[in-house]
Structure formats: structure tokens, C-alpha cells
């Protein structure tokens, strides 16, 4: 681990908190925000997905 990746993981855990207790602001119930990130969950692995199989059959 180089000091780039360590430096990387504090950057996303600093992120994580960040929108953590901005969703905490809204004072929603646990039902709600398991749902809502699951949503959130859902888009992004389904972006990460297409990018994927896009990305794979590009030539270089």
C-alpha cells in the first residue's frame, strides 16, 4: 500500500462521514434510508456495470 492509496481511503472515508451526516440531517427513519441506499447502491453499480462492458470493447 503506497502513500497515494492511503491517501485515497482517508479522502473516501472523509466523503462517507460528509454524506453520512448530511443524510443524518434529514432525521428519516432507518427503513427510509436503507432504502434510499440501496438506491444509491443500485445506480452506481449499475453504472460501474455499463462502463464496464463499454470500456472492455474499446480498441488500444
Known sequence: MNDG?????????????LAGSALASFKLGWGK???LALVWLAIFVGLFV???????????
Open 50 to 60: 455499463i462502463a464496464d462492458l463499454f470500456g472492455a470493447k474499446l480498441p488500444g
Open 5 to 17: 492509496m492511503i491517501i485515497s481511503i482517508v479522502a473516501m472515508l472523509g466523503w462517507l462521514i
Open 33 to 35: 434510508m436503507a432504502q
